[in-house]
T-cell receptor
Framework: EAGVTQFPSHSVIEKGQTVTLRCDPISGHDNLYWYRRVMGKEIKFLLHFVKESKQDESGMPNNRFLAERTGGTYSTLKVQPAELEDSGVYFCASSPGTVAGRQYFGPGTRLTVT | DAKTTQPNSMESNEEEPVHLPCNHSTISGTDYIHWYRQLPSQGPEYVIHGLTSNVNNRMASLAIAEDRKSSTLILHRATLRDAAVYYC???????????????FGGGTRLMVKP
C-alpha cells in the first residue's frame, strides 16, 4: 500500500511569492490533516479535512494560508504571499474514519522563504 | 488534549532495552495514550497506543500505570535506527472533533550509541 506522499519535498521561494504544497493521502482515507513545524518550535496542527469538507481549521495561522481538498482526494495548501516566518516543514497526514485512530504521515515539504 | 511531560533527551546503548517515561497526571477517562516517533528527516510515525492495559506490538511495548497518570514506552532492544524523537500524546476518544488532531509536545530525543 502506498503511503502518504507530499510534493515538493523542498521549496525555496522569495518573500511575497506564492507556493502551493500538495498532499496525496492513502487511498480510501477520509481524514486528511496538515501540520507544520517552524524553526525551533513544536509540530503544530493546521487543519483537518473529512473528505472534501474542512472539519477543523483552528490551527491555520492567518488568511494567507488556503487549504483545499476538491473531490475528497488530494489536498493543496497554498501560501500567498509567503512571509519569512512561514519557513518550516509542512506535514500531511491521513487516517481512516475512526475517531482518535492512528495517523499516517507523509515525509513533509520543507519550505524556505528568503 | 491533556498535557504530557517527557524528558528532553535520553541515551541508550545499542541492543539494550530503553524505557521512555511520560507523565500525564491530568489524563481524563476518555483519553487514549498514543506514542509517535520522528526519525531524522522523516514525518512522524505511529508507534503504539493504549487505554488502560499494557500493550505490545512488533515495534514496542506500552506500560500504563494503574492510575493512568503515567506510562512508559519500552523498546526491548534498541537499534541505531531507533534514534528519533519520541512523542507521548493524549487523544480524546470522545465524539466530535476533540480526538482528531494530534497535539505534539517537545518529545524525548533518544540517542542510541553503538
Amino acid at each position: 500500500e502506498a503511503g502518504v506522499t507530499q510534493f515538493p519535498s523542498h521549496s525555496v521561494i522569495e518573500k511575497g511569492q506564492t507556493v502551493t504544497l500538495r498532499c496525496d493521502p492513502i487511498s480510501g482515507h477520509d481524514n486528511l490533516y496538515w501540520y507544520r513545524r517552524v524553526m525551533g518550535k513544536e509540530i503544530k496542527f493546521l487543519l483537518h479535512f473529512v473528505k472534501e469538507s474542512k472539519q477543523d481549521e483552528s490551527g491555520m495561522p492567518n488568511n494567507r494560508f488556503l487549504a483545499e481538498r476538491t473531490g475528497g482526494t488530494y489536498s493543496t495548501l497554498k501560501v500567498q504571499p509567503a512571509e519569512l516566518e512561514d519557513s518550516g516543514v509542512y506535514f500531511c497526514a491521513s487516517s481512516p474514519g475512526t475517531v482518535a485512530g492512528r495517523q499516517y504521515f507523509g515525509p513533509g515539504t520543507r519550505l524556505t522563504v528568503t | 488534549d491533556a498535557k504530557t511531560t517527557q524528558p528532553n533527551s535520553m541515551e541508550s546503548n545499542e541492543e539494550e532495552p530503553v524505557h521512555l517515561p511520560c507523565n500525564h497526571s491530568t489524563i481524563s477517562g476518555t483519553d487514549y495514550i498514543h506514542w509517535y516517533r520522528q526519525l531524522p528527516s522523516q514525518g512522524p510515525e505511529y508507534v503504539i497506543h493504549g487505554l488502560t492495559s499494557n500493550v505490545n506490538n512488533r515495534m514496542a511495548s506500552l506500560a500504563i500505570a494503574e492510575d493512568r497518570k503515567s506510562s512508559t514506552l519500552i523498546l526491548h532492544r534498541a537499534t541505531l535506527r531507533d534514534a528519533a524523537v519520541y512523542y507521548c500524546i493524549l487523544r480524546d476518544r470522545g465524539i466530535g472533533n476533540a480526538g482528531n488532531m494530534l497535539t505534539f509536545g517537545g518529545g524525548t530525543r533518544l540517542m542510541v550509541k553503538p
